[in-house]
């Protein structure tokens, strides 16, 4: 099983900076089969990236990813007020799936 | 309109056992894989499990492998989770996904609470 590591576990802000979440996993990561998803309180999760790059439909392109192998990058470039929430990484490239334990972006 | 409902949650007591049902509308059940994913409250998401087109192929998380089997109802568009030997770390928020990849579609979950 890959095991996702995600840091920080929480990264406080101010609107306007520049956000700079870390998914490092325990192996190889096939394909860069990765995913990115947004959670906001009492709300279902959202995909933003997926292929660790590509952007989901409908996704601002303040949010970008990057990474290969084993370390995978999700940046907002300019924080807006409704990206405060929680991150969560997941690799799709071998079973079992796995999730991150996810980075909560606050308000500073 | 893609609609993902889930049913079946619950108390039960710890050892006891839950099925969970999917039921799915707004796109061809019969060409995707399906998942289900859950989440403690407070905590993070997990995979659970996951199953092909035609239910011929499953997947589980360790934790759950040998206590809870996946199954669908390509005929009724469903989706199914059943829990037995439920454990009181089972206890989450359970949502059916569509795919065995990234997951674009969730539905709005149905809770499991484990307790005496």
């Known amino acids: ?14 609107p306007g900076e520049r956000a700079t979440l870390s998914c490092r996993a325990s192996q190889s990561v096939s394909s860069s089969y990765l995913a990115w998803y947004q959670q906001k309180p009492g709300q279902t999760p959202r ?21 290969s192998g084993t370390d995978f990058t999700l940046t907002i470039s300019r924080l807006e007020p409704e990206d405060f929430a929680v991150y969560y990484c997941q690799q799709y ?9 996810g980075t909560k972006v606050e308000i500073k | 309109e893609v609609q ?3 049913s079946g949650g619950g108390l039960v007591q710890p050892g006891g056992s839950l099925r969970l049902s999917c039921a799915a509308s707004g796109f061809t059940f019969t060409k995707y894989w399906m998942t289900w994913v859950r989440q403690a409250p407070g905590k993070g998401l997990e995979w659970v499990a996951n199953i092909n087109q ?12 040998g206590r809870f089997t996946i199954s669908r109802d390509n005929a009724k568009n469903s989706l199914y989770l059943q829990m037995n030997s439920l454990r009181a770390d089972d206890a989450a928020l359970y949502y059916c996904t569509i795919g065995s990849g990234w997951y674009e579609h969730w539905g709005q979950g149905t809770l499991v609470t484990v307790s005496s």
């Open chain 1, 47 to 67: 995909v933003l990236i997926y292929g660790a790059s590509s952007r989901a439909t409908g996704v601002p392109d303040r949010f970008s990813g990057s990474g």
């Open chain 1, 1 to 14: 099983e890959i095991v996702l590591t995600q840091s920080p576990g929480t990264l406080s802000l101010s």
């Open chain 2, 54 to 65: 035609d239910g011929s192929e499953e997947n589980y998380v360790d934790s759950v492998r």
């Open chain 2, 4 to 6: 993902l409902v889930e």
């Open chain 1, 93 to 101: 490239g071998s079973s079992p799936r796995t999730f991150g334990g």
